[in-house]
């Protein structure tokens, strides 16, 4: 999520990193359903889960006969659309991580009963929409956190093409301006970021 500044040909959109870390049981927790996931995670709420920044889900298992059982993931995605993910689960004590950002899960729904407890969560990695439309991406400043990383800036979706990447510093008292020459780079169909949650704390983005 992020503060929107207008006032120019230049927008400027200021986004705080979703600091919440990744947690395996952030969706629901120990439990082996018969068919649907009890929403009863760390970060639920009146049976759901609304992410700050849209996250990736992960399932992580117990039992050593899980292999092959899946969960189907329900909730809407970056831009508030439906969306579901089919997770396949693995052998004892493994996490898989999906490859859909989730901005809320609202339900799961397992194809067998698991042969032991298994968790829902969410992993580091997570985006968010800068812009929706046609724009050019002018630059960006960025405070950097305690860990070193990659932003990732694609357009189209979350998992569109990348078309610029930007490393940040190891240093919570350090900060990068970049400024991008000419007259940006262009984002055909709208600007997404894509990243870990260690390594930025906020930025602000100018796109016009």
């Given amino acids: 999520m992020g503060t929107r500044f207008t006032g120019s040909d230049a927008s400027a959109l200021f986004v705080e990193a979703d600091t919440n870390a990744a947690d395996v049981a952030s969706i629901g927790a120990n439990q082996r359903p018969n068919t649907a996931l009890t929403i009863n995670g760390t970060d639920a709420s009146g049976g759901a889960v609304s992410f700050t920044n849209a996250r990736l889900v992960t399932v992580t298992t117990t039992g050593t006969g899980d292999a092959g059982k899946t969960i189907l993931i329900t909730g809407t995605d970056i831009d508030g659309a ?34 032991a407890n298994i968790s829902v969560g969410m992993a580091n990695n997570a985006a968010v929409a800068i812009y929706a439309g046609r724009a050019r991406l002018q630059g960006t400043y960025i405070v950097c956190s305690s860990a070193a990383g990659v932003l990732n800036f694609l357009t189209t979706s979350i998992t569109g093409d990348s078309q610029l990447k930007i490393g940040t510093v190891a240093s919570a008292t350090v900060s990068r301006d970049i400024t991008v020459p000419d007259e940006g780079i262009l984002f055909k169909e709208g600007i997404y970021l894509q990243y870990d949650v260690t390594t930025f704390s906020n930025m602000t983005v100018f796109h016009a």
């Fill in 82 to 115: 439906a969306q579901t993910e089919t997770l396949t689960m693995l052998g004892s004590a493994t996490t898989v991580t999906g490859t859909k950002y989730f901005k809320t899960v609202t339900a799961g729904s397992v194809n067998t009963q698991p042969a």
